[in-house]
């Protein structure tokens, strides 16, 4: 219930190309699905982010993509760069018992954009 | 604004020794997380608080973890004794009272118990 899936683990495109990266989730509780980037070294910074009651945001060369009868929401990078090269995770907030809301993260997909 | 810091970077250490992380949140940020990633894992929550208060700690191991947040600013998260399977980065995040609450992470430490 409280789990975020996503895939692929990894992912390859060519530069220029569009990277397309899913989630799918259970509970109908969460309000808010945020994507993080994370360069090696680093923490996860956040890239963009939904709630849903919106069906695509559009952010620069990212877009989401919220499918909310589905429970499924994408990420989109067009004219993926080698600057792009990170892993991504998808993420959903949920109202924990305490009444304190946390982020439930994905698995993670590592990114790799060939020049 | 200065990010979140965190140290050490790096800690090595045997199976069954203590160890200590620190953590100083962004300047006002009133909630503060700390969260365990394994190698090819997304982040897990471990211990959240508000201010010096924990509001959510349900997946802290509390019998060889624990965390406080003195004066509701800096944090230390200890471990001990530790054991093989605590090897990972630890991340300490922080976050304002806005609504979708932003989390900013710090680089982490990554920790290995050989």
């Known amino acids: 219930q409280q789990q975020v899936k996503q895939s692929p683990q990894s992912l390859i495109v060519q530069k220029g190309g569009i990277s397309i990266i899913n989630c799918a989730y259970e509970?109908?509780?969460?309000?808010?699905f945020p994507w993080y980037q994370q360069f090696p070294g680093k923490g996860p910074a956040l890239l963009i982010a939904?709630?849903?009651?919106?069906s695509e945001k559009k952010e620069g060369r990212f877009t989401i993509s919220f499918n909310k009868s589905a429970k499924q929401f994408s990420l989109h990078i067009m004219d993926s760069q080698p600057g792009d090269s990170a892993t991504y995770f998808c993420a959903a907030r949920a109202e924990s018992p305490s009444s304190a809301s946390k982020i439930i993260f994905g698995s993670g997909t590592r990114l790799s954009i060939r020049p | 604004e200065a990010g979140v810091a965190q140290s050490p970077r790096y800690k090595i250490i045997e199976k069954r020794q203590s160890v200590a992380f620190w953590c100083n949140p962004i300047?006002?940020?009133?909630?503060l997380y700390w969260y365990q990633q394994i190698l090819g894992q997304g982040p897990k929550l471990l211990i959240q608080f508000q201010n010096n208060g924990v509001v959510d700690d349900s997946q802290l191991p509390k019998d060889r973890f624990s965390a406080e947040r003195l004066k509701g600013v800096d944090s230390t998260l200890k471990i001990q004794p530790a054991k093989l399977e605590d090897s990972a980065v630890y991340l300490c995040?922080?976050?304002?009272?806005?609504?979708?609450?932003?989390?900013?992470f710090g680089p982490g430490t990554r920790l290995t118990v050989l």
């Open positions: 995040a922080s976050s304002s009272d806005d609504t979708y609450n932003e989390q900013f």
């Open positions: 300047s006002g940020h009133a909630t």
């Open positions: 509970n109908t509780a969460f309000d808010y």
């Open positions: 939904i709630r849903p009651d919106v």
